[in-house]
């Protein structure tokens, strides 16, 4: 095989380098850019299905560990549900900017000491 004149065999690391970035390139350019407003509606339909998560759990409290238990649980699919969000938009938590990620924390804080105040008691 040859590129730019150069016999790519001749070269094994450049042949595995070479690999490795068409590799690279297509996954660059596969991921797509998130806007904000795409952010909210992700977390505004997150919020809805943690809270009706949250009023399933416990109501039925079938989860061992009481409160901290659900709280744990109910954190795990929000990240979860999330990641799964974010993957169906060919991103990722990973491959969000700063303020985005920012944004994202600040509004799950918000969402689990809502359903603090709630379930709590």
Known sequence: MHWGGITLTEYP????YFIHNIFFIHEIQSIMVLSEKMIDEILSYLEKSINNLAIEAFENLEIEGGFS???DFLQNQFDLRLENLLIAKKSS??????GMKNKVIQRKQRIFDSIAKRYEN
């Open 13 to 16: 690391l450049y042949n595995k």
């Open 69 to 71: 238990g659900v709280d």
């Open 93 to 98: 938590i990973h491959h969000l900017e700063s």
